[in-house]
């Protein structure tokens, strides 16, 4: 069983840092409280999305976060990371797993119904849905709120009711407490984490919300 958390997901992007080095704000989350790092890159290169890759697994070092890399399978092996999370237009998960082998972690994002519904359980291990809310950092759909939230993961959770699902999409600490409360395994976050200008305090209160909030579900953490 491969061993990694979703519960606080940060996704380290170049083009919502802040202009700050990405393998410095990856330690800063990790000693915060951040469970799980994504690399998104969508504007350099193969060559600097593996050498910021690797810049960021070398500052971790023997840390427990693993670094997950969004879209390029080629770029995740090449750097030695712990896994890839593909996107609707992305490579599908059963080529990636092909690719890639048992080992890899492989995450997917679920934005439709019909996405909930149709994706494939056994080939991937974790799973993201969202927007949530309206957010900056990435082209979404229409927001579709907690109820769409909450709609999407029963559809999954009939078929895989043991696959980690998480949210994301306009998610802060002082939101983020209602949709772990309906259910959520996860948060993740890229602008509220990583154009905090406090990355390391900005981590705290994420954790703090979500804890509570699995707290007042009864929840063990």
Same mark, same amino acid.
Do not use: N, P
């Given at each position: 069983m491969k061993n990694f958390d979703i519960t606080l997901y940060g996704i380290l992007d170049p083009e919502h840092c802040l202009d700050r080095d990405l393998a410095e704000l990856a330690v800063t989350a990790a000693n915060n409280g951040a469970t799980l790092l994504q690399y998104r890159d969508k504007i350099n290169g193969t060559r600097h999305m593996v050498a910021a890759v690797t810049s /960021? +697994? %070398?500052? +971790?070092? %023997?840390?427990? #976060?693993? #670094? /997950?890399v969004n879209d390029r399978v080629d770029v995740a092996l090449a750097a030695g990371a712990h896994g890839v999370h593909l996107g609707p237009s992305d490579m599908d998960a059963g080529r990636a797993r092909r690719i890639a082998g048992d080992d890899l972690i492989i995450g997917i994002s679920v934005k439709t119904p019909e996405g909930a519904e149709s994706i494939p359980c056994h080939l991937v291990d974790y799973a993201f849905i969202g927007g949530v809310h309206e957010t900056t950092s990435k082209d979404n759909p229409a927001a579709f709120g907690l109820d769409g939230w909450r709609e999407r993961a029963e559809r999954i959770r009939e078929s895989a009711p043991r696959l980690p699902v998480g949210a994301i999409a306009g998610l802060t600490p002082g939101n983020c407490a209602e949709v772990v409360q309906a259910g959520a395994d996860g948060i993740a976050a890229i602008s509220a984490l990583f154009e905090a200008e406090d990355v390391g305090a900005a981590t705290q209160a994420f954790r703090r919300a979500i804890e509570e909030a699995r707290e007042s579900n009864g929840q063990n953490l």
């Open positions: /960021i +697994l %070398d500052a +971790l070092g %023997d840390s427990e #976060v693993k #670094v /997950i």
